[in-house]
T-cell receptor, first 114, second 114 residues
Framework: EPEVTQTPSHQVTQMGQEVILRCVPI?????FYWYRQILGQKVEFLVS????????KSEIFDDQFSVERPDGSNFTLKIRSTKLEDSAMYFC????????????FGPGTRLTVT | AQKVTQAQTEISVVEKEDVTLDCVYE???????LFWYKQPPSGELVFLIR??????QNEISGRYSWNFQKSTSSFNFTITASQVVDSAVYFC???????????FGTGTRLQVFP
């Protein structure tokens, strides 16, 4: 069964460093998302991406964040200068055609900023 | 504004008991979509079900059943004859007409003891 994959599973970085979180969505999916979950809290939307551009972003997704689909398979989230409060689990999700509303999530990348 | 409320923070049951997880939502959209996701201890988010606002039929899938009631803005989830493997955090989520971002509730942690 096709699934969303994410690398790395755990990333430790120092405050102020740049990180890139990588995702490979399900191959025939058209819509891509990033969410984050601070430990013990609810899952929060960051950004959605369709047709090579951002379709919606949340207040959390400020200028420090960017997304890219550099080729036909990868979808990346970059945080330019990490802060302690960026420590969280980051989930990538994808969904198929317009008529399909289910979002399928990857296993997540745990980002720890020290 | 859209909102999902899961008032039950944590529920503990003994194996074979039935358990119902409550979800109440708020939205001004006339067409919307409701979801349940399971987050086991390993951390991934597993899609369980989607329900469209125009389809109020209840659904059963094995030991799982869902009760959607527009009149009370609720989308409750029942596990019949619970098992230890059902232990997880369960999230209810909502998306609307003009946005496909998922708005998550705070989750209900279900612990099933043998």
């Amino acid at each position: 069964e096709p699934e969303v994959t994410q690398t790395p599973s755990h990333q430790v970085t120092q405050m102020g460093q740049e990180v890139i979180l990588r995702c490979v969505p399900i191959s025939n999916h058209l819509y891509f998302y990033w969410y984050r979950q601070i430990l013990g809290q609810k899952v929060e939307f960051l950004v959605s991406f369709y047709n090579n551009e951002i379709s919606e972003k949340s207040e959390i997704f400020d200028d420090q964040f960017s997304v890219e689909r550099p080729d036909g398979s990868n979808f990346t989230l970059k945080i330019r200068s990490t802060k302690l409060e960026d420590s969280a689990m980051y989930f990538c999700a994808s969904r198929g055609p317009v008529s399909s509303y289910e979002q399928y999530f990857g296993p997540g990348t745990r980002l720890t900023v020290t | 504004a859209q909102k999902v409320t899961q008032a039950q923070t944590e529920i503990s049951v003994v194996e074979k008991e039935d358990v119902t997880l409550d979800c109440v939502y708020e939205t001004r959209d006339t067409t919307y979509y409701l979801f349940w996701y399971k987050q086991p201890p390993s951390g991934e988010l597993v899609f369980l079900i989607r329900r469209n606002s125009f389809d109020e039929q209840n659904e059963i899938s094995g030991r799982y059943s869902w009760n959607f009631q527009k009149s009370t803005s609720s989308f409750n989830f029942t596990i019949t004859a619970s098992q230890v493997v059902d232990s997880a955090v369960y999230f209810c989520a909502l998306s609307g007409t003009n946005t496909d971002k998922l708005i998550f509730g705070t989750g209900t942690r279900l612990q099933v003891f043998p």
